[in-house]
């Protein structure tokens, strides 16, 4: 979802104004990659209230963001991929005779 954001932002005329409290969301993740400089206020929650929908400002895509979008999907965002066990799950134990 964020590499998403990163290029729909790539073919915006920055900077921009992003609303939303989702994208307000993603915006933060790249920013704290390094992928794009930008302002984005803290979400402010009332009492019984719902959050505020966020406005943040993109100011600029950094050379880390191009490069992110030039060679596509960092690892971190690829599907999971499948866990390999080392040692056999079945149950069965070498047991000494005695």
Known sequence: ??????????????PCTVS???SADRLRV??????????????????GARPEPAHAVVWAITAHGWRTLETG???????????????????TRHRSAG
């Open 73 to 91: 999907m960092p690892e971190e965002d690829a599907a999971p991929k499948p866990l390999r066990w080392s040692v056999p799950l079945n149950g």
């Open 20 to 22: 939303g409290a989702a």
């Open 30 to 47: 790249l920013q704290a990659a390094g992928c794009v400089e930008a302002e984005v206020p803290q979400m402010h929650v009332g009492f």
């Open 1 to 14: 979802m964020c590499m998403k954001l990163l290029g729909e932002l790539a073919a915006t005329r920055l």
